[in-house]
């Protein structure tokens, strides 16, 4: 049987399991979804166009440049340059 990934119309989340129970157990990062590994290899910082390593247990990119650090807000990079963050 195969159980279905996104919400249910009632609202009752996955399989039955509401999503603050979801959100209160200890393992929710296991149904958070990763960077993408191959977006990560063609991400370019925006300022100076250098390489990109992740950082802060995934939470930012960091320029290793500038020494930029652009958020990941939902899974997804921020890389506006006025949105990051300089750090040595």
Known sequence: MKYPVFPSPEGRGFVGISFTAIRKAPCYH???MALNPELLK???CPLCKATLLLVNDGQG???TKCSRVYPIRDD???MMISEAKIEN
Request: net charge positive; charged share 10%; with cysteine.
């Open 30 to 32: 296991f149904f958070t």
């Open 61 to 63: 990119l960091k320029c």
């Open 76 to 78: 997804i990079p921020v």
């Open 42 to 44: 063609i991400l370019v």
